[in-house]
C-alpha cells in the first residue's frame, strides 16, 4: 500500500532563509508524487509534481523539490522564504496501480517569521 | 476554464437535516474525487469517479453520505440527517488521466 509521511507538523523559518518540508513515501512501485499548498480557508494548488522524468523538479514560487529513490523521500525546499509562504504544505504519492487515487501526508504548516 | 466550482461555499444546518454540496468538474476532466478536511484527521478521500461512474467508495463513512454524478459536469455530495461530526471542509477535484488533480476552493460545513 501506497503511505506518505510528513516529518514535521509545524516548521518555523525566518523570512529569507531556506525552507526545507519532508516527505517521505511508502511505495512498491514507482509512484508519481506531488506536493500541493493550502493557504488558510484556500482550496488547494498544486505546487510541483514528481511523474519519472528529471529527478530534481521544479514549482512555482520558487519552489523545488528532489525525488530520492533510495531514500524514498520527495524533500521540498526553497531558498529564501518569503512571508506569503506561510501556509499548509501537504506531500501525495499517488497509487502507481491507480494513477488517480492520491494519498495525503498529514501537512506541514509552514510559519513565517519576519 | 473556471477551475473546479463548488457551491456553497459555506454551510450552517442543523442537526438532523439533509445537506447537498455540489460541484462542477473542469471540462474535459474524466475523473472526480471528494474529500473531507478535518483538523482531526487531515485530507481524506471519500469517494471518487471515472466516467460518472463511482469506482472506490471505501472511504465514505457510513451510510447517511451518498454521491452523485448523473452528469460529466456536476456531481452532488448529500449528508441525510447530518451530525455536528460532520462538520468540515469538503473539497470537490478533477484531474485527467495520470496528472494531478485540480481542487475547488472548498466548502466549509457546520453542523450545530
Known amino acids: 500500500a501506497q503511505s506518505v509521511t510528513q516529518l514535521d507538523s509545524h516548521v518555523s523559518v525566518s523570512e529569507g532563509t531556506p525552507v526545507l518540508l519532508r516527505c517521505n513515501y511508502s511505495?512498491?512501485?514507482?509512484?508519481?508524487l506531488f506536493w500541493y499548498v493550502q493557504h488558510p480557508n484556500k482550496g488547494l494548488q498544486l505546487l510541483l509534481k514528481y511523474t519519472s522524468a528529471a529527478t530534481l523538479v521544479k514549482g512555482i514560487n520558487g519552489f523545488e523539490a528532489e525525488f530520492k529513490k533510495s531514500e524514498t523521500s520527495f524533500h521540498l525546499t526553497k531558498p529564501s522564504a518569503h512571508m506569503s509562504d506561510a501556509a499548509e504544505y501537504f506531500c501525495?504519492?499517488?497509487?502507481?496501480?491507480?494513477?488517480?487515487?492520491?494519498?495525503f501526508g498529514s501537512g506541514t504548516k509552514l510559519n513565517v517569521k519576519p | 476554464d473556471a477551475g473546479v466550482i463548488q457551491s456553497p461555499r459555506h454551510e450552517v444546518t442543523e442537526m438532523g437535516q439533509e445537506v447537498t454540496l455540489r460541484c462542477k468538474p473542469i471540462s474535459g476532466h474524466d475523473y472526480l474525487f471528494w474529500y473531507r478536511q478535518t483538523m482531526m484527521r487531515g485530507l481524506e478521500l471519500l469517494i471518487y469517479f471515472n466516467n460518472n461512474v463511482p469506482i472506490d467508495d471505501s472511504g465514505m463513512p457510513e451510510d447517511r453520505f451518498s454521491a452523485k454524478m448523473p452528469n460529466a459536469s456536476f456531481s452532488t455530495l448529500k449528508i441525510q440527517p447530518s451530525e455536528p461530526r460532520d462538520s468540515a471542509v469538503y473539497f470537490c477535484?478533477?484531474?485527467?488521466?495520470?496528472?494531478?488533480?485540480?481542487f475547488g476552493q472548498g466548502t466549509r460545513l457546520t453542523v450545530v
Open positions: 511505495s512498491s512501485y514507482s509512484p508519481s
Open positions: 477535484a478533477s484531474s485527467t488521466g495520470e496528472k494531478e488533480a485540480f
Open positions: 501525495v504519492v499517488s497509487d502507481p496501480g491507480n494513477f488517480n487515487k492520491f494519498y
